[in-house]
C-alpha cells in the first residue's frame, strides 16, 4: 500500500453556516439569534474553521449588496468575539466574493476569506496586504448564470491552468502560497460529468505549496448520480464523496455534517495504526 505524506494527511473540516433565507439546503441556513450556538455546536462537533457568509451562491441565487452582507455578518463576528474571545476569530472564514465586504470584516481577526469568484487584482493587493488566508475559486459565470450551459474541452486542464494563472497573480502581489487555498469550484458552472472528474483528479489541481479545499457537500450531482432530487436526503451519497477525496490527499473539507464527518475521520486515523 503506498503511504506517502499526503495519503496519510487527513483533511481540516470547515463547517458551513448561511446567514441567508434561501441557500440551497435549508439546515445550513440561521437567522444571527441561531448561528451563534450553530457555530458552537459545529466546533465542538470537530469543525476546524467555521465558513460564515450572507449571501447565497447557488445556482439563480439573486446579489446581495455590500452593505446587507457587511452589517449581519459584523453583527455576527461582534456576538462570537463577545462569547467566545477575539482570539476565536481566527477560527472563522467568511464567504463572500464583494471586496468592500472584504475590507468591512477584516476589522476582525480573521481566519479566512473565501470568495468563490476567484477575485481580481483589486482582491489579491487586498489579501497581500491583510496576509490573511485567501480560498480561490474557479467559476465559469455568475451564480445567475453558471449552470445555462457550461462548456469545456478539458475541465481538468482548464481548471488547472486558470488556478495556476491565478496563483500567480496573487504571489506577485505579495501573497504567501501558503496562504492560498485551491477550490475546484465543484457545482460551479460544471455538469456532473465535469464534476466527477474533477473530484477522480482532484490532486491535479494542486499547486506549489498552496492547499487543497473542496465543497461537494449534498450538491446536486450527488442526487442526479444517487437519484436524489431533495439535498436533505444527500448526506450517503455526501459521506462517500468527502472519504473518497480524504484518502488522496485532499487538505480540506467544506461540509454541512460536521459530527458524522468527524466521526468518518477518526476512523480512518484508528485503521491507519494498524496499516502495514
Known sequence: MNTSGAEKTLPKLWGVINLTPDSFYAPSRATL????????????????????????????AAPVSAEAQSTILV???NDFGSHLGDAALCRISVDT????????VSEFPLGAINDVSGGNQATYEFIAAR??????????????????NPQYKDVVQEVSAYLKERVAA?????????????????????????????????????????RLL????????IGKVTSEEEPEERLFGT?????????????????HDVKAMYQGLKLIAALRNYEL
Open 97 to 104: 466574493r464583494d471586496l468592500r465586504v472584504m475590507q468591512r
Open 131 to 148: 496576509q490573511i488566508d485567501y480560498v480561490l475559486m474557479h467559476t465559469q459565470g455568475t451564480p445567475q448564470t453558471m449552470q445555462s
Open 170 to 210: 496573487l504571489t506577485a502581489c505579495g501573497v504567501d502560497e501558503q496562504r492560498i487555498i485551491l477550490d475546484g469550484g465543484i457545482g460551479f458552472g460544471k455538469l456532473v460529468d465535469h464534476n466527477l472528474k474533477l473530484i477522480a483528479r482532484y490532486e491535479e489541481l494542486r499547486v506549489g505549496g498552496c
Open 33 to 60: 439569534r441561531e448561528a451563534l450556538g450553530r457555530a458552537e455546536a459545529m466546533l465542538a462537533e470537530g469543525a476546524d474553521i467555521i465558513d460564515i457568509g450572507a449571501e447565497s451562491t447557488r445556482p439563480g
Open 239 to 255: 459521506l462517500a464523496i468527502q472519504t473518497y477525496l480524504s484518502l488522496r490527499g485532499l487538505d480540506i473539507l467544506r461540509v
Open 214 to 221: 473542496a465543497g461537494v457537500s449534498r450538491k446536486s450531482f
Open 75 to 77: 453583527s455576527f463576528l
